[in-house]
């Protein structure tokens, strides 16, 4: 009964946390806060297929949860003049 409950705890939390296939846009600033935070984050675990393309700033393909995402998304940035 014990595992039972375990794996249905475990399948019931895979479900709420589906990773999403996003593209976050970095800050125009060196060191790049949001591409540190992913980096981070992709060390925990938490992140995964990270994709950094050579761009300023930088943008970063990565597979995450949906709250994970509305943080990187949150995060304060410097805007590039020439991006828009």
Known sequence: ????????????????SQLIDAVIIGSAEAPDPVLERIIELEEK???SDVIVM??????????????????LEAMP??????FR
């Open 77 to 82: 940035r410097v805007d590039s003049p020439a």
């Open 54 to 71: 050579e761009s300023f700033p930088v943008q970063i393909r990565l597979m995450a949860t949906q709250q994970i995402i509305d943080e």
């Open 45 to 47: 675990g938490v992140i």
């Open 1 to 16: 009964m014990k595992y039972f409950l375990a794996v249905c705890f475990v399948f019931i939390s895979s479900c709420n």
